[in-house]
């Protein structure tokens, strides 16, 4: 390796007589070689993004691009920036082949190779990055295109600076410093083509190849490819930057948003969508087991991988935001003079910047992500729910009121809709605070365990806490599902409770059922203060045992250690606050995912309660009911109607007369299959 490291940089990199580095060693140094290793190995991720956007060639684009010719011509500042970039980058070659002539003709030997090797490289990255984004960007995919241009702007501002700060010191060649200089207008020039050009020709494009007749065939425009949100296609580095949300944002900086300026949802996040994979995951389930399978299982296998994804995430974002109070530790350690390497501070510092950048993005993500897994389960539930309601019997509807249902969908399927974002919160707790311990373990040694302790006697504290807290959770939405029943009752027959005056009779009726309800609010907000106090308390326990068993255990605190401590106590400060929110969210989506698995199993109308015919013209009645007994409850031994026995031609009008409660609304519920018939036969011919 010190082999290759001469071969690049010369004898220079040696150390001189007095035994320290040279000059052009220094990474400060405009024109020492660390630098030019530095822009050779910049101009091999360009090539290596370059690479990868002619990967992702959009071939949509460029059928559209071929339809007419008159959209192949290049605008001025196209033209502008080829002539600049491709000129910065044909004279970037020719220079760096004249210097490698001139070095062959004056010493005989092409070394060292940064003299010549870092000119060309810089020509022949230049030259094909400005000509492809200045000539083919309309034909690449603009994400990688963005990111393209955005890292060759980067480049060319270091290596303008570093070329102004050698013209300052009088180090380099005119020539070269003229030419770096120019690169950065170059790359300003492919900024804009990206940006402005690429951009209205793209928008140009679609609105003039909109199909014509797309409302004469049921597509209206709302339902159009370009109301469907940017999300849906995306690329890998769009939904990393969140780069997507830039239309509608920069729409809603110009005006107030209204409903139709949101963008729908892909398909993938739509209600029906969400619903049919979950049927066909039961169905494979039911298959698979010979029992019932379970809904929870059902809903995880329907949306396992978004949750190992966001999970993978939130895993990241713990391990970085970990890394600070070890980072903390090197740097007051490189302030003592106790650094392991030469140049460890800057490695510090870079270390630090991409892990809190690395740390936004994966916090980000799992938010996003989980959210997003979160939509897709109470879609999905909203429309079980419906169907359910659907095909819900008699015996059914007298156990869920219309309240309730309506509280299945506003609170319960809410509430499990937003249980996959505090799902990963239950894991990364623990997580957290075992990786707080481990930290806290390498700082202050066996004064952890005074920690330890603390926390675990908070935690055994809570847990009778925990068992109250979800009784009451349950009381609560009994309650609330009365006190709801009581009122959409009193709003339906509104007339009836105007007619008789009974309006302060069930104003009293509503109160109470509001003061029961109020009572479990209470006690449940009342159990999750005292939950609160507990935990938010607990940090300040937890630094108080670590201090005092310092001091009995004489364990040294440094100023290395004690920063560290200090730094890690924030780790376990916020895990340990959120236990609380954790454990109330864990109860309320137990407590309303039962209730919704109750109501999903609840009895159902049957289809074989009536035989349909199909065919009309095979056969003489339309209705026909022999010796038929019925019943609103299956198993009651005294049935509703009894011994029912009447025919319906085609075509003919019935009427059916008799007096209030005779069971005439029975009868009619009958031959619609509402009513099940526990003797006799009911054919029905639709």
Request: hydrophobic residues 45%.
């Amino acid at each position: 390796m010190e082999d290759l490291w001469t071969l690049f940089c010369g004898e220079s990199v040696k150390s001189d007589t007095s035994g320290k580095p040279s000059g052009s060693s220094l990474l400060f140094q405009p024109t020492s070689c660390i630098n030019h290793a530095l822009i050779i190995c910049f101009d091999v991720l360009l090539l290596i993004v370059l690479l990868f956007t002619f990967m992702r060639i959009s071939s949509a684009s460029s059928k559209i691009y071929k339809i007419t010719p008159r959209f192949r011509g290049y605008s001025s500042l196209q033209i502008v920036s080829v002539i600049l970039n491709g000129g910065i980058g044909f004279v970037y070659l020719c220079l760096g082949i004249w210097i490698l002539e001139e070095k062959l003709r004056k010493n005989q030997t092409a070394l060292p190779l940064r003299s010549w090797l870092v000119v060309l490289f810089q020509g022949f990255t230049w030259l094909l990055v400005g000509l492809t984004i200045s000539l083919r960007g309309k034909h690449l995919q603009r994400t990688p295109l963005r990111l393209l241009s955005i890292l060759a702007s980067l480049l060319a501002g270091i290596v303008c600076a570093l070329s102004i700060y050698s013209a300052i010191l009088g180090e380099g060649m005119l020539v070269k410093i003229a030419l770096d200089v120019l690169s950065f207008p170059g790359a300003v020039l492919l900024l804009l083509c990206v940006y402005k050009v690429y951009k209205h020709e793209g928008n140009e494009e679609r609105d003039l190849y909109a199909p014509l007749n797309g409302e004469a065939n049921g597509v209206s425009k709302t339902d159009s490819v370009d109301q469907v949100t940017p999300f849906a296609k995306a690329g890998f580095f769009n939904k990393m930057s969140f780069w997507w949300l830039n239309p509608v944002m920069r729409k809603g900086k110009e005006k107030t948003l209204e409903d139709e300026d949101i963008p729908k949802l892909r398909e993938a996040e739509r209600a029906e969508s969400c619903y049919m994979e979950f049927l066909e995951q039961l169905n494979k389930q039911k298959q698979a087991k010979s029992s019932q399978p379970s809904l929870l299982w059902t809903i995880v296998f329907c949306h396992w991988k978004d949750i190992v994804i966001s999970g993978f995430f939130a895993m990241l974002k713990i391990l970085t935001l970990s890394a600070g109070p070890l980072l903390l530790n090197a740097f007051i350690l490189v302030a003592e003079g106790k650094a392991g390497f030469k140049y460890e501070g800057y490695v510090l510092v870079l270390t630090l910047f991409f892990s809190k950048n690395l740390e936004s993005l994966s916090q980000r993500q799992w938010y996003f992500r989980s959210r997003l897994v979160g939509l897709k389960v109470r879609s999905l539930l909203t429309a079980a729910i419906y169907k359910k309601q659907q095909r819900l019997s008699n015996v059914g509807r007298l156990i869920h009121s219309g309240g309730e249902i309506m509280n299945y969908v506003t609170v319960d399927a809410y509430r499990i809709g937003e249980f996959p974002f505090w799902f990963h919160q239950t894991w990364t707790t623990s997580f957290q605070l075992c990786l707080s311990l481990a930290i806290l373990f390498r700082a202050v040694g066996l004064a952890t365990l005074a920690a330890l302790v603390v926390i675990i006697i908070t935690v055994l504290c809570n847990t009778p806490l925990a068992k109250l807290q979800h009784k009451f959770q349950s009381k609560l939405m009994v309650a609330q599902d009365a006190r709801l029943k009581a009122c959409n009752e009193a709003l339906v027959n509104m007339k009836v409770l105007k007619l008789y005056a009974w309006e302060t009779h069930f104003k009293n009726a509503i109160e109470n059922l509001r003061n029961v309800e109020y009572k479990w609010l209470s006690a449940v907000q009342t159990r999750k203060a005292y939950n609160g106090f507990l935990f938010w308390s607990s940090p300040v326990l937890v630094s108080a045992a670590t201090f005092g068993a310092c001091y009995f255990l004489k364990i040294p605190l440094r100023a290395n250690n004690v920063f560290t401590f200090v730094a890690t106590l924030r780790l376990v400060q916020d895990p340990i606050r959120s236990i609380p929110d954790v454990i109330g969210v864990v109860i309320q989506a137990k407590v309303a995912f039962a209730r919704i698995v109750k109501f999903l199993e609840a009895p159902e109308l049957h289809n074989g309660n009536v035989r349909h015919k199909r065919n009309m013209g095979s056969v003489d009645h339309a209705v026909l009911i022999k010796s038929a007994n019925f019943s609103w409850e299956e198993n009651s031994s005294k049935p509703t109607l009894r011994n029912v026995s009447f025919g319906i031609r085609p075509s003919e009008k019935v009427a059916i007369c008799g007096e209030v409660g005779s069971g005439k609304s029975t009868l009619l519920a009958a031959i619609l299959g509402e009513v099940p018939h526990t003797q006799g036969t009911v054919s029905v011919s639709i």
